[in-house]
Every structure is written in C-alpha cells, then in structure tokens.
Nanobody, 115 residues
C-alpha cells in the first residue's frame, strides 16, 4: 500500500523558518520525482519546488532563494526547508511523488505565517 505523509507544518512568525518532511512507503522511492505544492484559501494549487530522481531541483520564482528541497533516498524522505517565511506563504502544503503513470499525493500539512 502506497503512503505519502507530510509533517512539520505549524504557526511561525514572519521571517521564521520551518522544515517540512514527506515520508513515502510502498514505492521505489529513488526513481520518483518529488515535489511540494501549496494551496492557499481561494487560490489554485501551485508547485513550489521539485527534485528529480537524479537530484535536479526547480523552484517557483516566489520562493527562490528562500526554500530548499532535498531528498534522502535511503530513508525515503523528502524535505522542504523554508526560510524567511512571509505571510503569503500561508497555505496547505502537499507532497507529490510521481514516476511514469504513478502519481501519489499526501494529505497536506498547514503552514501559517503570522505575527
């Protein structure tokens, strides 16, 4: 059974940091592209960052220089380090694992940036 589980969300003040984690089970993790998406209330889901099976990373312009995606294939975990957080980063963050026709999502974790 495939499971993708996010953790690490919470409430943080502007300028603060959070690290999200995405643990996957039931898949050959090393061949998957992992991505983080987010969805704020009333807005469409957007891709924040991705990392391919050979560790090529991409970022949305809105988070470049502040967010960093990484993966640990041995532990089957992906991370999203978020620094210099802004109120506009407030959203539910989702982890996605994709390879060939396989496409799996986690349940999401809430990130709220507020003073």
């Amino acid at each position: 059974q495939v499971q993708v589980v996010e953790a690490g969300g919470g409430l943080v003040q502007p300028g603060g940091s959070l690290r999200l984690s995405c643990a996957a089970a039931g898949i050959t993790f090393r061949i998957y592209t992992l991505a983080w998406y987010r969805q704020a209330p009333g807005k469409q889901r957007e891709r924040v960052a991705s990392i391919t099976n050979n560790a090529i990373t991409t970022y949305a312009d809105s988070v470049k220089g502040r967010f960093s995606i990484s993966r640990d294939n041995a532990e089957k975990v992906a991370y999203l380090q978020m620094n210099s957080l802004k109120p506009e980063d407030t959203a539910v963050y989702y982890c996605n694992a994709r390879a060939y026709i396989n496409d799996y999502w986690g349940q999401g974790t809430q990130v709220t940036v507020s003073s």
